[in-house]
């Protein structure tokens, strides 16, 4: 049972490059979710998708972009990396269709910007 | 502006005891309530939900309150077991066609043997 897989695990940026973050579900979930956790704070949502070919934007998301072409992949790209992107990144998905609250998360990934 | 609040960042049990975890929000359109329960390293994983239709909801050990006149909830563990301490998340949903769950800041649960 693998769930929501999310690489890597842990990445160091320089200041200016650019990364995509995998993330993929094995659950056939029609909704997926990006968010991101600063140091005491909660689940920022980043950006969202509904279904494949359709992605919507969260509270934050300024610096990132995403696609959704299959219904298991969900990558996360960041241009130009900045040190207030330094954060731990969390993949989610949910079923949807009155379920679509209740998320499954992968173990996320740790990113630090300096 | 923080519409989904844990004023609590930790709270310390003893093993056996009752542990409660508060939440508090201020959105009147949030219509559903989620607890998500997260261990170090590892991503939250849902724990327990209600709905604005309903005052309580129980499954096992654990169980949720909702006062919408107070715009408040709560998380009851009894009885509280070791394998309990994590941090615990609440998030709320206006639900309906938006997706978009707020989650407040978390509190630290440990429960000392």
């Known amino acids: 049972n693998a769930g929501v897989t999310q690489t890597p695990k842990f990445r160091i940026l320089k200041i200016g490059q650019s990364m995509t973050l995998q993330c993929t579900q094995d659950m056939n979930h029609n909704y997926m979710y990006w968010y991101r956790q600063d140091p005491g704070m909660g689940l920022k949502l980043i950006y969202y998708s509904v279904g494949a070919g359709i992605t919507d ?7 990132y972009n995403v696609s959704r072409s299959t219904t298991e992949d969900f990558p996360l790209r960041l241009e130009l990396a900045a040190p207030s992107q330094t954060s731990v990144y969390f993949c989610a998905s949910s079923y949807g269709w009155g379920e679509k609250e209740k998320l499954f998360f992968g173990s996320g990934t740790q990113l630090s910007v300096l | 502006d923080q519409q989904v609040k844990q004023n609590s960042p930790s ?3 003893q093993e056996g005891r009752i542990s409660i975890l508060n939440c508090d929000y201020t959105n009147s359109m949030f219509d ?10 590892e991503g939250p994983t849902f724990l327990i ?15 949720v309150f909702l006062n919408k006149s107070a715009k408040h909830l709560s998380l009851h ?6 394998g309990d301490s994590a941090v615990y998340f609440c998030a709320a949903s206006e639900g309906g066609a938006t997706n978009k769950l707020i989650f407040g800041t978390g509190t630290l649960l440990a429960v000392q043997p």
Do not use: C, H, M
């Open chain 2, 49 to 63: 939900s209600i709905s604005s239709i309903k005052d309580k909801n129980e499954d096992g050990r654990f169980t």
């Open chain 2, 77 to 82: 563990i009894v009885p509280s077991q070791p």
């Open chain 2, 11 to 13: 709270l310390s049990v």
């Open chain 1, 57 to 63: 934007k969260g509270e934050v998301p300024n610096g």
């Open chain 2, 32 to 41: 559903y309530f989620l607890w998500y329960k997260k261990y170090p390293a």
